[in-house]
């Protein structure tokens, strides 16, 4: 099957960091990784918006060995300039040192951009045999990396109440949590052991508006749980902010208030250190008309961190009034300017 995937807020990353990349390449050498490969699309398009710079190499991350593939095709006419490794992101360090990219715990070259597009693809999502989603019947799988970990299946078969109860709460925000992870494994217990089926018994069963699937939060917080998803987001802010040449960039897109909310506290830290710049306080939001194309973007916050001072990178910014999604009201927002 074809990887088809529509790249989230692709021109405001894309400017925000090939306009790192120009003001930090040292000596017309950097490197970007793309933690989140995909479909490439965000380093599509880095790649191609830097190339009178043949000095800055992109290497791009993903767990998912068929996004791997897919995107490693795609991006095959930028030759040695891009480079794909299997692996997690919160692995970071390792994976740049397999590479042969990290001297001493540093970077070989400045690392002038780093991009984090969290969640799932969409061929993830779409394709029934991953067990993502449940407008198709499935197994609970769920795993983004199906040859490593266990499964959802495996793993609630195991599981105790009250952990599964946690699990719910702090991945799903669900606050009748032991109520819910009662009923789950109760009809997992009773056979509900594939998605659409799991979905339909608690729909049955746990109470709900009609703005949304009483399952979606449910599906939510497993699949965080079994993708170790806040590990890694965690793991990987450890390690890049201070890995940043100066000027470089981190940007990061969240999908929802659970993992947005580590990502904007450890960046307002870092800039209260005073050594990171936060160019757009709140983050910014896709357009209406990209909402309007794609659903999928409706919930994604595009978060940026600037290694050095505010000026520098105020120079690819500028303020303009924007709706925010977050309060829903029209404020003053900064969004990524267009490349000029
Ligand atoms: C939203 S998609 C990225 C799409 C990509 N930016 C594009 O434009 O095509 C997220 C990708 O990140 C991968 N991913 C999620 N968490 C990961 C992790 N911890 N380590 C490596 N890859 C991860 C998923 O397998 C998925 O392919």
Not at 134 to 144: A, I, N, T, V
Not at 228 to 233: G, H, M
Not at 250 to 279: C, M, N, W, Y
Request: proline letters at 4%; aromatic letters at 6%.
């Amino acid at each position: 099957m074809a990887f088809v995937h529509t790249t989230v807020l692709a021109q405001e990353t894309v400017t925000t960091v090939a306009q790192a990349a120009r003001t930090a390449c040292v000596a017309g050498e950097g490197l970007v990784v793309d933690c989140t490969l995909g479909g490439g699309g965000h380093s599509a398009g880095v790649l191609a918006a830097t190339q009178d710079l043949p000095g800055l190499q992109v290497v791009g991350i993903d767990r998912d060995p068929a996004a791997l593939a897919a995107a490693s095709e795609r991006l095959d006419g930028f030759g040695p300039r891009f480079v794909a490794v299997h692996g997690q992101f919160g692995q970071f360090s390792m994976l740049l040192q397999q590479l042969g990219l990290l001297h001493d715990g540093a970077p070989r070259l400045p690392l002038v951009g780093v991009i984090a597009d969290l969640g799932v693809s969409s061929p993830q999502f779409d394709e029934p045999e991953r067990g993502f989603s449940f407008r198709f019947d499935g197994p609970l799988d769920m795993r983004m990396d199906p040859s490593q970990g266990l499964t959802a299946a495996e793993l609630l078969a195991q599981v105790k109440l009250e952990d599964l109860a946690d699990v719910l709460y702090q991945y799903g925000d669900i606050t009748r949590s032991i109520g819910t992870a009662r009923i789950v494994l109760d009809e997992f217990g009773k056979g509900a052991t594939t998605t659409a089926l799991l979905a339909q018994r608690l729909a049955a069963r746990l109470k709900h508006n009609r703005s949304m699937h009483p399952a979606t939060q449910v599906f939510q917080a497993l699949r965080i749980w079994v993708n170790r998803e806040y590990d890694e987001l965690n793991a990987l802010l450890d390690q890049v902010p201070w890995m940043l040449a100066d000027d470089g960039a981190l940007a990061l897109i969240t999908f929802h208030s659970g993992e947005d909310r580590p990502v904007k506290q450890r960046f307002a830290e870092l800039a209260r250190s005073g050594a990171f710049a936060l160019p757009v306080r709140r983050g910014v939001v896709p357009s209406d008309s990209e909402t309007q194309s794609n659903v999928r973007a409706r919930s994604a916050r595009l978060r940026v961190l600037v290694r050095g001072e505010q000026s520098a990178a105020g120079r690819y910014f500028a303020t303009r009034r924007r709706e925010d999604d977050e309060d829903g009201e029209a404020d003053e927002e900064e969004i990524a300017n267009e490349e000029k």
